[in-house]
């Protein structure tokens, strides 16, 4: 068990540019998530695959956020004309499972910084 | 409005006696209940879960309980050791929700030597 990877562990980037960012799963996962975390808060859900299908957005994605997981495998994370207020940890989860009573598996995240 | 409530940003307990970390929470529909630590730039550990058909589950030194009533659950770590210091986040999943977790804000767990 290699765990949940995630690349780059830290970017700082300025305001206006694009980020893409990589999430690799336990590789017998067949469902991921992505969450983002600020300061003084907990984790909030941004975005969910199962397999290579994208079941569920929040509305804290925005039009400028774009995620992907072909073939079901690794998920990438964009960010198109970052602002300071995407600033924060973007943490990836994996996890096994049809229903959603299932243990998530987190990644170490990488954070953003945004300037 | 938040889902799930951690009231107690933080909690200093000595080594050896029992922490106890609390949280609520407000959706009736949720019915799986997680507890996570977290050190600083690492990402969060699953420690302990709870289904809501259950009012207590037990892991070693971790015990969550489980109040459908009151809508409230609690942790407790016993013997509380200075390795447990960390930031502890409650969470918590609905039927039909697909599994996304909703958190809470965290308690921040000291552990005196």
């Known amino acids: 068990d290699t765990g949940v990877s995630q690349n780059p562990r830290h970017k700082i980037t300025k305001r206006g540019q694009n980020v893409t960012f990589r999430c690799d799963p336990i590789s017998e996962h067949n469902r991921l998530y992505w969450y983002r975390q600020t300061l003084g808060q907990g984790p909030e859900f941004l975005t969910y695959?199962?397999?290579?299908?994208?079941?569920?957005k929040s509305r804290l994605l925005s039009d400028r956020f774009s995620a992907e997981r072909p073939k079901g495998s690794f998920s990438t994370l964009e960010i198109q004309r970052t602002e300071q207020g995407d600033s924060a940890m973007y943490l990836c989860?994996?996890?096994?499972?049809?229903?959603?009573?299932?243990?998530?598996?987190f990644g170490p995240g990488t954070r953003l910084t945004v300037t | 409005d938040q889902q799930v409530k951690q009231n107690s940003p933080s909690l200093s307990v000595q080594e050896g006696r029992i922490s106890i970390l609390n949280c609520d929470y407000t959706n009736s529909m949720f019915d799986y209940f997680l507890w996570y630590k977290k050190y600083p730039a690492e990402g969060p550990t699953f420690l302990i879960s709870i289904s809501s058909i259950k009012d207590k589950n037990e892991d070693g030194r971790f015990t969550v309980f489980l109040n459908k009533s009151a809508k409230h659950l609690s942790l407790h770590i016993v013997p509380s050791q200075p390795g447990d210091s960390a930031v502890y986040f409650c969470a918590a999943s609905g039927r039909g929700s697909q599994g996304n977790l909703i958190f809470g804000k965290g308690t921040k767990l000291s552990v005196k030597p």
């Open positions: 695959f199962q397999n290579e299908a994208q079941l569920e």
């Open positions: 989860a994996s996890s096994l499972g049809q229903t959603g009573s299932t243990r998530q598996y």
